[in-house]
């Protein structure tokens, strides 16, 4: 047997301390009852007291707040297998952390903008696992794909420029990791979220897009940044900005939202282009995923422990109305009372 709330049974720590108090209180009662005086009259007045009965009822009482701890502490044994059908697609996220992610024409940062997307998007997302790549001059799975968002959010919430030593911006490599981040055992769409400035260094995106498509996925891309371009901020150990990038001129570099790029990836992905700074893009981008929810996701056999609190409920709960029920007074006719009384009250 096991139980699925094992913090209750500490409450069974108590129980003795009641049984200690039961008895001392049973200890002042017949302490109370002997300074009355003549022991022959305490006994005729206590006649009619069923001290076996009382014992019974306190019994039944121990006995009932016992297996209602237990109840709550939900006992389990035995088990049952059910049927578990997940209706969803393969979500992998491919994160941009290259330095120009750090330029500031979307507030706080690209990359910081990029990371509230990304989480925003999961709070939507429905039945659907969602994993990470990051990706700037190399890439790597961060996490795998997974149904627990809130730990995916964690390691979300970990994503920097200083992950990734190699400086760049690499995405066909990205798209290859996030294809090998798909399980293949699954009969479901696969679909590969981009979200970058757009700025790409080396390698054939589109080619490796095309390439995608034809192994089963989708392509989405999400762009970050603006047109006209950002200065990339450089900062200390302390994280202040000491100033900005500049080229081997000495000219400030200006990162532009290369929005052409990503929609050729985009379009050759067999998916669509949004803009990260429009309203209800990542609305938009979410309806599009959820459409693609057509078939079965996954079919698992799922083995449960069975609950058997109510036994032990139901026994604690028979357990405290008996008690309550027991009367501890005998019954005694109303004129053998009387006569009872008369005489306790002649002797005294």
């Known amino acids: 047997m096991t139980f699925g709330a094992q913090q209750y049974l500490y409450a069974l720590i108590l129980l003795p301390a009641l049984i200690v108090f039961i008895r001392w209180a049973a200890g002042r009662r017949a302490a109370a009852v002997s300074r009355i005086g003549d022991p022959t009259l305490v006994e005729r007045l206590s006649m009619a007291v069923n001290y076996r009965t009382r014992r019974w ?15 709550l502490a939900r006992p389990q044994w035995g088990s049952e297998v059910e049927i578990v059908e997940q209706r969803g697609v393969q979500v992998m996220v491919a994160l941009d952390v290259s330095r120009s992610m750090l330029a500031e024409d979307m507030k706080p940062t ?9 989480s925003d998007m999961m709070s939507r997302l429905n039945g659907d696992e969602i994993g990470i790549v990051l990706f700037s001059g190399a890439s790597f799975i961060q996490f795998p794909l997974t149904f627990d968002y809130a730990t995916a959010r964690t390691y979300l919430q970990h994503a920097n420029t200083n992950v990734i030593t190699r400086q760049g911006t690499v995405i066909a490599e990205a798209i290859d990791t996030a294809m090998a981040g798909f399980s293949e055992q699954r009969a479901t769409q696969k679909v590969i979220v981009i979200m970058t400035d757009g700025e790409n260094h080396e390698g054939d995106p589109i080619g490796v897009a095309r390439q995608a498509v034809e192994d089963g996925a989708i392509i989405y891309t999400v762009g970050f ?29 200006l990162s532009q939202l290369d929005e052409t790029t990503l929609q050729q990836i985009a379009r050759a992905g067999g998916g669509r282009y949004f803009r990260a700074s429009e309203r209800d893009a990542i609305e938009a981008l979410v309806a599009e995923i959820e459409s693609l929810q057509d078939e079965s996701f996954q079919s698992e056999f799922s083995r449960t422990r069975i609950e058997r609190f109510q036994i032990f409920l139901l026994a604690g709960v028979i357990s405290l109305v008996l008690g309550e ?14 006569t009872i009384v008369t005489e306790a009250v002649g002797n005294v």
């Open 110 to 118: 690209r990359l910081d903008r990029a990371k509230l997307e990304i």
């Open 325 to 338: 029920m027991m009367s501890d007074r005998l019954s005694i006719p109303l004129r053998r009372r009387r």
């Open 225 to 253: 940044g603006s047109a006209q371009g950002e200065p990339i901020p450089e900062y200390d150990e302390q994280g202040s900005v000491t100033g900005f990038r500049e080229d081997g001129q000495g000219n400030v570099v």
């Open 57 to 71: 009822r306190v019994i039944l009482w121990f006995v009932g707040i016992t297996l209602i701890i237990l109840s």
